[in-house]
């Protein structure tokens, strides 16, 4: 069973000292001493209680504080969390093959979280089912508010977490609820590829080409779908030949992936724009094509998604998908510390971030590598 949540038993400060580790702890009773004050005036300043009843003057909450600080005191979570006082803590586990994108999500989470007098407890899963155990409990024994559970959006943990996680917990799930009605943040991914797709028709471009690393993912299926009702709405036909979907390929992807890729889409497909499925394939993309002869963006205009630093890096700069990260981290520490409402699932809404990787450069004839006598003016290097 897990946080906020279940009820333990725990010595009081009343009771003595506890210790941690070999140390005892510090009691407020221990501060309130040296400091020449009040028990309640130590606990109106390290805990914010009795706020309608205690007064204390700066110069004594400046000399609180210090002596604290010195005695190196550290609230009981336990204590306080059996008489309804909040820890100030939430738990964040990641499990996800996207770590660079999970890696920028939770720093957001730790900006608003701060913002809010929060402290995050942060772990990682990696598919590892007695760690994600081991995680869980630890929360508990640590009081935290509630938990954040930044999973890709697969079912591999989702029996377990049934299993481990009280319907009742206070969590935030990434992507979908684990349970109808568990508070969750997604972003919305049709609505990004949507708006690469009609940026790339706004350019001018007429073959687009697709790039799927994995149709087994969840993300990878609403990006096809994305794709093709896009061009649908615009009235173009979906043109055979444009989609290259990796058979289990990775989300980093490997030299002989981007070649079968650009074999397939450039060559044979002969497309003039390229829609990758995130930042990282879409470098690799640019560094590739330049390697085969293929200019970005004269002959060959490429995207990705995702914005990561990596975007402004490459040359030319990468037109992206940015996710919004601080909306995201917003919206979850709402649901999370301040109660879902009527919408537990809040949807991010990302931005299109266009950089010269797909600005509309003098119109180039493309043809095939195979056959070629050697670069022809202005498509390739």
């Known amino acids: 069973?897990?946080?906020?949540?279940?009820?333990?038993?725990?010595?009081?400060?009343?009771?003595?000292?506890?210790?941690?580790?070999?140390?005892?702890?510090?009691?407020?009773?221990?501060?309130?001493?040296?400091?020449?004050?009040?028990?309640?005036?130590?606990?109106?300043?390290?805990?914010?209680?009795?706020?309608?009843?205690?007064?204390?003057?700066?110069?004594?909450?400046?000399?609180?504080?210090?002596?604290?600080?010195?005695?190196?005191?550290?609230?009981?979570?336990?204590?306080?969390?059996?008489?309804?006082?909040?820890?100030?803590?939430?738990?964040?586990?990641?499990?996800?093959?996207?770590?660079?994108?999970?890696?920028?999500?939770?720093?957001?989470?730790?900006?608003?979280?701060?913002?809010?007098?929060?402290?995050?407890?942060?772990?990682?899963?990696?598919?590892?089912?007695?760690?994600?155990?081991?995680?869980?409990?630890?929360?508990?024994?640590?009081?935290?508010?509630?938990?954040?559970?930044?999973?890709?959006?697969?079912?591999?943990?989702?029996?377990?977490?049934?299993?481990?996680?009280?319907?009742?917990?206070?969590?935030?799930?990434?992507?979908?609820?684990l349970r109808p009605g568990d508070k969750c943040v997604r972003v919305d991914t049709f609505c990004g590829v949507k708006l690469v797709v009609e940026h790339m028709l706004k350019q001018g471009y007429r073959r687009i080409g697709l790039e799927l690393f994995n149709l087994d993912d969840r993300l990878m299926q609403i990006r096809r779908e994305a794709y093709k009702e896009t061009l649908a709405a615009a009235g173009r036909k979906i043109k055979p030949g444009l989609i290259w979907a990796g058979a289990g390929s990775a989300s980093r992807p490997h030299a002989e992936h981007l070649d079968d890729a650009i074999r397939k889409l450039v060559d044979h497909g002969r497309i003039d724009a390229l829609i990758a499925s995130n930042d990282i394939w879409a470098v690799r993309f640019i560094q590739r094509l330049n390697e085969h002869g293929w200019r970005v963006p004269q002959a060959v205009a490429v995207s990705g998604y995702d914005n990561l630093d990596l975007a402004t890096v490459i040359e030319p700069n990468l037109t992206t998908v940015d996710q919004q990260h601080e909306d995201y981290a917003r919206e979850a520490l709402l649901l999370l510390l301040d109660g879902a409402g009527n919408r537990p699932e809040r949807v991010i809404e990302p931005r299109l971030i266009v950089r010269e990787s797909t600005r509309r450069g003098p119109k180039v004839s493309l043809q095939s590598r195979a056959g070629s006598a050697g670069p022809t003016s202005g498509e390739r290097v």
């Open 1 to 177: 069973m897990l946080v906020g949540m279940s009820k333990q038993k725990s010595k009081t400060e009343a009771r003595g000292p506890q210790r941690i580790g070999n140390r005892p702890r510090v009691r407020l009773v221990d501060i309130a001493e040296q400091a020449g004050v009040s028990r309640t005036a130590v606990a109106r300043v390290l805990l914010g209680t009795g706020a309608d009843r205690v007064r204390v003057s700066a110069t004594v909450e400046t000399r609180i504080r210090r002596i604290a600080t010195a005695m190196a005191y550290r609230p009981n979570q336990a204590a306080r969390q059996l008489k309804g006082v909040k820890s100030g803590m939430v738990g964040v586990l990641l499990d996800t093959a996207n770590r660079a994108v999970m890696s920028d999500r939770v720093m957001a989470i730790e900006q608003v979280a701060a913002a809010r007098g929060v402290r995050l407890l942060v772990g990682g899963v990696q598919g590892n089912a007695a760690r994600l155990g081991e995680y869980l409990a630890d929360f508990q024994n640590r009081a935290v508010d509630g938990m954040i559970l930044l999973f890709d959006v697969t079912a591999r943990h989702d029996r377990l977490l049934r299993r481990l996680i009280p319907r009742d917990a206070n969590a935030v799930y990434h992507g979908r609820p």
